[in-house]
């Protein structure tokens, strides 16, 4: 149990689909994150929200689409994806103290694969 | 931007050695930390060295940070197959405290 939940763990979607990851955690933290895995790449961050508003969108396409309705949930939106963006989708989350030392704890991942 | 090499990005060994994984940067971070993943799963947390110099231990898991704090080493002694995995690190900046920064990863194959 790493405290944080994520669902579903596998996801196989068409490009017209609409479907959605979801994200809880139960270590009482302020921040939450997505970041994208894919095969022989570094984990890239998508998104960061601190205290449900979001802080930094790395130049992620509009056809993902986060919401954080509070401190403990995190979903990611997805439609019209394209086959390039299967990959493993993990959620994390950390207590921001400013400019202090952040430590994340990652969910299982929801692996994505897009047909 | 501030970028993490790690080396070697591919490393299979037998069981009982020792191996040394390394995560290298020319900029400086404010702390430095080591996560390992397996199939399937999400990185899970190590280790968290702060202080240049500083040598953590973790049973048979050494982890130094760089004086300069701008690299950092994992050393397995009498490598087991449960060792193997993606090993990651992850540098948090000077600034901006949420965005760590993550190593493309050494993915370890312990041999029984």
């Known amino acids: 149990e790493t405290g944080v939940t994520q669902t579903p763990r596998h996801l196989v979607m068409g490009m017209t689909n609409k479907k959605s990851l979801k994200c809880e955690q139960h270590l009482g933290h302020n921040a939450m994150y997505w970041y994208k895995q894919s095969a022989k790449k570094p984990l890239e961050l998508m998104f960061v929200y601190n205290f449900k508003e979001q802080t930094e969108n790395n130049s992620v396409p509009s056809r993902f689409s986060p919401e954080c309705p509070n401190s403990s949930h995190l979903f990611l939106h997805l439609h019209t994806l394209q086959p390039e963006d299967s990959a493993l989708y993990l959620c994390?989350?950390?207590?921001?103290?400013?400019?202090?030392?952040?430590?994340?704890?990652f969910g299982q991942g929801t692996r994505l694969t897009v047909v | 931007t501030q970028l993490l090499e790690q080396s070697p990005q591919f490393l299979s060994i037998q069981e009982g050695e020792n191996l040394t994984v390394y995560c290298n940067s020319s900029?400086?971070?404010?702390?430095l930390q080591w996560y390992r993943q397996e199939p399937g799963e999400g990185p899970v947390l190590l280790v968290t060295v702060v202080t240049g110099g500083e040598v953590k231990k973790l049973k048979r898991l050494t982890f130094q940070f760089g004086d300069a704090r701008k690299d950092s080493s994992l050393h397995i002694t009498a490598a087991q197959p449960g060792d193997t995995g993606l090993y990651l690190c992850?540098?948090?900046?000077?600034?901006?405290?949420?965005?760590?920064?993550f190593g493309q990863g050494t993915r370890l194959t312990i041999n029984p």
């Open positions: 994390a989350s950390s207590q921001d103290r400013g400019f202090m030392n952040t430590e994340a704890f």
């Open positions: 900029s400086v971070f404010s702390s």
């Open positions: 992850a540098g948090g900046p000077l600034r901006g405290a949420q965005k760590l920064v």
